[in-house]
């Protein structure tokens, strides 16, 4: 995503670790421009990113603007697309799909000796379906080799104006020091308090 939108690009980074820490999206897009950065400080703002990322195009409309969010998060706030094709607002939202609310998977799994309760999905949508019912473009991308594919018709759509939503299927894996960026995370296997 960082090599195809140009630095003056806006980016919205929703919370948890898989768009905010250090194994997420936000590490790699690295951010060139003042004020071009939409980004919650905590779990209190899930889903702020990804709603407030049309806004971008109303302050800076000749900035791109593409936003990473957790499948959670979206969740929340998918009654933005049809507002951002009502008012032609092209971004891109970068939906990181794990099947769950991962960062409180993360503390349940971590924190809690894997004591998960309501933070999977057993039922997930497709998000590329829902945005094309809404009338953005939206693709479901399961596989790497499609990746830069999804980007280049992402981009396409934006020029005519139209919002797109990439769902992006990614693993429940998580590394090390995305666990560790919790210090209250033990080891597996280290006795709970």
Not at 71 to 82: A, I
Request: glycine residues 8%; hydrophobic residues 45%.
């Amino acid at each position: 995503m960082r090599s195809a939108f140009p630095e003056h690009a806006t980016v919205a980074v929703d919370v948890g670790c898989i768009a905010q820490h250090m194994a997420g999206g936000f590490p790699f897009f690295k951010v060139y421009a003042p004020r071009s950065l939409i980004v919650p400080s905590s779990f209190y703002g899930m889903g702020f990113a990804a709603a407030a990322l049309p806004a971008a195009r109303v302050v800076y409309p000749d900035r791109p603007a593409v936003g990473f969010v957790g499948d959670g998060s979206f969740q929340m706030v998918m009654n933005v697309l049809p507002v951002a094709v009502e008012h032609r607002l092209p971004v891109t939202w970068c939906v990181l799909n794990d099947g769950a609310l991962g960062s409180i998977w993360d503390i349940q799994e971590y924190r809690l000796d894997r004591r998960i309760i309501g933070t999977e999905f057993a039922v997930q949508p497709d998000f590329g379906r829902i945005a094309e019912a809404c009338g953005c473009f939206g693709r479901r991308v399961d596989d790497p080799a499609e990746v830069d594919a999804a980007i280049a018709e992402a981009l396409d759509a934006n020029s005519r104006g139209v919002p797109v939503v990439l769902d992006f299927s990614v693993a429940r894996e998580r590394l090390r020091q995305t666990r560790e960026h919790y210090t209250y995370y033990p080891d597996p296997g280290d006795e709970v308090l």
